[in-house]
């Protein structure tokens, strides 16, 4: 039986931020689960997935199939930690429809990372093999076009966390 209050926590982050790094640790905490989105993308549409808008198309239907299933863990008292980027807030909608629907305490990370660091982070992980897929220069600048830092308007409870690794809670509730 799960202890204490659930949370839901949601991640946002330019592609090799350390969105996954944050999400195994925060996840290592009791009663709780931790939901990827690249590995449903890979084991559900691997090859398939060769342009943004392929990654767009398959990332809404995984979500749509994946929201009732986090909804009924965190009404079952069992805190998400969801690896899903919430770049945009397009993406962040869908975060906040979970939030709105369960009433869970929800909190998301903003990692707050220069481009310079994530590009030696990205080509790095490239070299390992370690992920499953293989982010390009200029596929890391397509997406990263479309990236924008939460604001206080959407209504997040926010933790920015700074390249120098420092957590700086800000509520962006406010």
């Known amino acids: 039986m799960p202890s204490g209050s659930p949370e839901m926590h949601i991640l946002c ?3 090799a931020s350390g969105k996954s790094t944050l999400a195994a640790r925060l996840s290592a905490k009791p009663d709780t689960v931790l939901i990827t989105e690249d590995a449903w ?3 559900l549409f691997g090859e398939e997935l060769q342009t943004r808008e392929d990654y767009v198309s398959c990332s809404r239907r995984i979500k749509a199939a994946l929201q ?3 909804a009924a863990l965190l009404r079952a008292g069992v805190s998400v930690v969801l690896d899903f980027p919430a770049n945009t807030p397009g993406q962040r909608r869908w975060f906040k429809e979970i939030v709105e629907t369960t009433g869970v305490a929800h909190t998301l990370h903003f990692l707050d990372v ?4 994530c ?3 990205l080509r790095q992980r490239n070299t390992t093999g370690e992920h499953p897929f293989t982010v390009t220069d200029d596929m890391f600048h397509e997406f990263t ?4 830092a939460p604001s206080a308007e959407e209504g997040f409870t926010v933790i920015r966390h700074h390249e120098a690794g420092d957590d700086t809670p800000e509520d962006s509730r406010r």
């Open 13 to 15: 982050g330019k592609i």
């Open 41 to 43: 993308l890979d084991a």
């Open 68 to 70: 009732p299933h986090i």
């Open 114 to 117: 220069s481009d310079a660091v």
């Open 119 to 121: 590009l030696a982070r």
């Open 145 to 148: 076009s479309y990236f924008t």
